[in-house]
């Protein structure tokens, strides 16, 4: 087991490698020129001279081969450089939003994995029935809405009508409600159709008809042998999503004015703040390897199958 879990840690240093060598080049390949953005940002109308100073400072003089050695060196000790427009070290500015993004999507996973479990899995076992006709609106409900759309239509109802969150800001967890609900309404609908469709599947595997014949009670049939099989393709949505909420919540923290990551990252774009554009993208690479790998750890402690098929390619 610790040889395939070392093996797994292993495979996510090329792929990270991957993802630096595809963000430089992509800034590379861009028409914003870092020294002139760096000087957009800050208001000033730069001279030849200044312009050339400022990439001489980047480091954009000399060949690409060392300006990537010299960013990669900087990157594994979390110095994403300078930011234009605060002035402060974009780590600084990442790790001071961070909490607040963390908070949100604990509080969406949480709301999104305490509804769809109990609401998919009763659907599965309880095919056609008044369960699955719920589970199966609250898919098309949360499939088909957007984001901000809900997010608006939560704060005129319940801000705005009765009175019951606040409309924006953090503080308290009642400012955390609406904007963790309006992210977990997507996932409650992925979640719940995957985890209806693995449990009807699993309904007709043979280990469950064959603890049936041994006289196994059905209560514990379902909950412990189908639910935590049929709860692996949740599972592994659960790891591809982790990543784009910690990352990707921009448009609720928008509406919400949640003073997260996202947000922030907005403002960068809108700045042309390189520095914080590649951090986010990195952050985000990172966000993504590390949750994946998380997940097939639960996965394999989950479904000891995993755990063999991996040893039958070793």
């Known amino acids: 087991m610790a040889i395939y879990v070392f093996k797994r840690i292993i495979t996510i240093v090329p792929i990270f490698l991957l993802a630096t060598l595809v963000t430089f080049g992509m800034i590379n390949l861009s028409p914003v020129d870092p020294a002139e953005a760096y000087f957009a940002a800050a208001h000033i109308q730069p001279t030849d001279e200044m312009l050339e100073q400022k990439r001489h400072e980047f480091g954009l003089d000399q060949p690409l081969l060392i300006q990537y050695a010299n960013a990669l060196i900087k990157i594994c000790q979390l110095d994403f450089g300078i930011s234009y427009v605060t002035n402060k070290p974009v780590w600084e500015e990442i790790s001071s939003r961070l909490p607040a993004t963390i908070q949100l999507t604990a509080g969406s996973l949480f709301i999104a994995i305490i509804v ?31 984001s901000f759309w809900l997010g608006y239509l939560f704060i005129f109802f319940f801000s705005v009508k009765l009175d019951l969150f606040p409309v924006e800001g953090t503080g308290t967890w009642r400012h955390l409600i609406l904007p963790s609900v309006t992210l977990a309404f997507p996932l409650i609908a992925l979640y719940t159709r995957l985890l209806r469709a693995s449990v009807i599947e699993n309904l007709h595997e043979p280990y469950v008809l064959f603890a049936r014949t041994r006289g196994i009670h059905e209560k514990i049939i379902m909950g412990k042998h189908v639910l935590r099989i049929a709860i692996s393709p949740m599972i592994t949505g659960l790891g591809m999503n982790l990543g784009n909420l910690m990352t990707g919540a921009i448009i609720v923290e928008a509406v919400f004015s949640w003073p997260g990551f996202g947000r922030y990252f907005i403002e960068a774009v809108f700045n042309r703040d390189v520095p914080v554009i590649q951090g986010y993208v990195l952050l985000a690479a990172g966000l993504f390897l590390i949750s994946n790998l998380i997940v097939d750890l639960i996965q394999m402690y989950i479904d000891p199958r995993i755990l063999r098929k991996g040893r039958q390619y070793e």
């Open 116 to 146: 769809s479990v109990p609401i998919g899995f009763l659907a599965g076992i309880k095919k056609n029935s008044g369960m699955d006709h719920l589970s199966r609106f609250l898919s098309f409900i949360g499939a088909s809405v957007p």
